[in-house]
């Protein structure tokens, strides 16, 4: 059965960076739309960023644009989400997720078929 399972969550400073990575294990990511969501204690799941099976292409929600970067290294399976500059309100778990639908483009609404079980990033002094 085809998993996803991320990892590199851990506490950082303000200011600092993180890089997670997503694997697939049974599963060939460059066939899926991969998507980074978040959810922080108290508030609804957030896009964070995906990245498109088909071109490549890239979106970012608003709180993170400028600051995290979405990636793909296909020797090794794996999909990074770059962090920088992070603030508190970074502070969420993390998942991994991916999708096989049709449309050239990744975006954050459409239904994805396998779920991460997460990975806690906490940004604290």
């Known amino acids: 059965q085809g998993q996803l399972v991320e990892s590199g969550g851990g506490l950082v400073q303000p200011g600092g960076s993180l890089r997670l990575s997503c694997v697939g294990s049974?599963?060939?990511?460059?066939?899926?739309?991969i998507h980074w969501f978040r959810q922080a204690p108290g508030k609804e799941r957030e896009g964070v960023s995906c990245?498109?099976?088909?071109?490549?292409?890239?979106n970012y929600g608003e709180s993170v644009k400028g600051r995290f970067t979405i990636s793909r290294d296909s020797t090794k399976n794996k999909v990074y989400l770059q962090m920088n500059a992070l603030k508190p309100d970074d502070t969420a778990v993390y998942y991994c997720?991916?999708?096989?639908?049709?449309?050239?483009?990744?975006?954050?609404?459409?239904?994805?078929?396998?779920w991460g079980k997460g990975t806690l990033v906490t940004v604290s002094s």
């Open positions: 997720a991916a999708g096989m639908y049709l449309s050239n483009s990744c975006a954050f609404w459409y239904n994805l078929d396998y």
């Open positions: 049974a599963l060939q990511l460059d066939h899926f739309h």
């Open positions: 990245i498109s099976r088909f071109d490549g292409g890239t």
